[in-house]
């Protein structure tokens, strides 16, 4: 029955999609790209990036940068379904840390580009080419109670991607630490090859880094019963590039400095986003998603 209806579900979303794309005259990519972006502004405040999506060209034109129409953020109450625009200059992200109410103003912190030539740069002939890899730094985004125009300041001179936060006790409030890979201030153009723990309230940032080695995501898990925002450890999954294997690494996120690690004998392939479960997720009940992006 629950196929059944899985089915049905499936054939109306198919159907709507297609009287769109035949009352629109646009392509099937567009349609979804348009759709899936109304949902998102439906729900949350949201970035509307200047670019425009098309499966009309070849795979690796389907973007294109403009950055003269510049960002507009979407502000939706949630309380009262009103609504608010406010302008930028361009930018271009994959991924936002937190966002959160303090007085009468909201702050969004995302990691953030000056243009989008990061997507071409991680291209595999590009990165085999060695070229260089582009930092996102990590900015707050100011939208006023009172004006239309979005200002940021810069949180840090770390450089920050595959952010992640406590979800538990720091998602959408005033929150204080950022964790993320990065780039070793001296090789700002090789492929993140460090962990990055910010204090956004200091303004201050703790690194961990070995030679040859290049971590994946930083997904902060809490101690059990924790009362700190920090109380707990960072998992990172980490290429050692000279050994030619991987191993998972395990910080105390306090001190940012290593617990333990777990070898492999081989290496495992890049990923963008991992999460957490313990026993008890996995034994039957649905696992708790802390956060993805
Ligand atoms: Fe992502």
Same mark, same amino acid.
């Given at each position: 029955?629950?196929?059944?209806?899985?089915?049905?579900?499936?054939?109306?979303?198919?159907?709507?999609?297609?009287?769109?794309?035949?009352?629109?005259?646009?392509?099937?990519?567009?349609?979804?790209?348009?759709?899936?972006?109304?949902?998102?502004?439906?729900?949350?405040?949201?970035?509307?990036?200047?670019?425009?999506?098309?499966?009309?060209?070849?795979?690796?034109?389907?973007?294109?940068?403009?950055?003269?129409?510049?960002?507009?953020?979407?502000?939706?109450?949630?309380?009262?379904?009103?609504?608010?625009?406010?302008?930028?200059?361009?930018?271009?992200?994959?991924?936002?840390?937190? =966002?959160?109410?303090?007085?009468?103003?909201?702050?969004? #912190?995302? %990691? *953030?580009? +000056?243009?989008?030539?990061?997507? /071409?740069?991680?291209?595999?002939?590009?990165?085999?080419?060695?070229?260089?890899?582009?930092?996102?730094?990590?900015?707050?985004?100011?939208?006023?109670?009172?004006?239309?125009?979005?200002?940021?300041?810069?949180?840090?001179?770390?450089?920050?991607?595959?952010?992640?936060?406590?979800?538990?006790?720091?998602?959408?409030?005033?929150?204080?630490?950022?964790?993320?890979?990065?780039?070793?201030?001296?090789?700002?153009?090789?492929?993140?090859?460090?962990?990055?723990?910010?204090?956004?309230?200091?303004?201050?940032?703790?690194?961990?880094?070995?030679?040859?080695?290049?971590?994946?995501?930083?997904?902060?898990?809490?101690?059990?019963?924790?009362?700190?925002?920090?109380?707990?450890?960072?998992?990172?999954?980490?290429?050692?590039? =000279?050994?030619?294997?991987?191993?998972?690494?395990?910080? #105390?996120? %306090? *001190?940012? +400095?290593?617990?333990?690690?777990? /070898?492999?004998?081989?290496?495992?392939?890049?990923?963008?986003?991992?999460?957490?479960?313990?026993?008890?997720?996995?034994?039957?009940?649905?696992?708790?998603?802390?956060?993805?992006?």
């Amino acid at each position: 029955m629950a196929i059944l209806k899985h089915l049905l579900l499936s054939l109306r979303a198919f159907l709507r999609l297609k009287v769109y794309r035949l009352r629109t005259g646009i392509g099937w990519y567009e349609a979804k790209a348009m759709i899936f972006w109304d949902a998102v502004r439906a729900y949350l405040t949201q970035l509307s990036p200047p670019m425009n999506l098309s499966q009309r060209r070849k795979s690796d034109e389907n973007y294109q940068w403009q950055p003269g129409r510049g960002i507009r953020f979407i502000l939706v109450n949630k309380r009262d379904g009103s609504v608010r625009s406010y302008s930028s200059e361009a930018f271009f992200a994959f991924h936002h840390v937190n =966002a959160f109410e303090k007085g009468s103003d909201i702050f969004v #912190d995302i %990691a *953030s580009y +000056t243009d989008s030539s990061i997507i /071409e740069a991680l291209y595999f002939q590009r990165l085999r080419a060695g070229d260089p890899v582009h930092r996102a730094e990590l900015r707050r985004y100011r939208l006023p109670a009172n004006g239309a125009t979005a200002d940021y300041e810069l949180l840090t001179t770390e450089s920050i991607e595959l952010p992640r936060i406590n979800y538990r006790l720091s998602n959408a409030r005033d929150y204080r630490y950022a964790y993320g890979i990065g780039n070793r201030p001296d090789r700002p153009a090789d492929f993140p090859d460090q962990l990055v723990k910010v204090d956004v309230h200091e303004r201050s940032a703790k690194v961990w880094w070995q030679e040859n080695c290049y971590p994946g995501e930083p997904v902060f898990v809490p101690a059990p019963h924790s009362a700190a925002e920090d109380d707990g450890v960072v998992l990172s999954v980490v290429l050692d590039a =000279a050994k030619g294997n991987s191993f998972l690494l395990v910080l #105390d996120a %306090a *001190s940012f +400095t290593e617990v333990a690690r777990a /070898e492999v004998p081989h290496h495992i392939p890049f990923g963008f986003h991992g999460q957490f479960f313990t026993d008890q997720n996995l034994g039957g009940a649905s696992p708790a998603l802390q956060g993805w992006g």
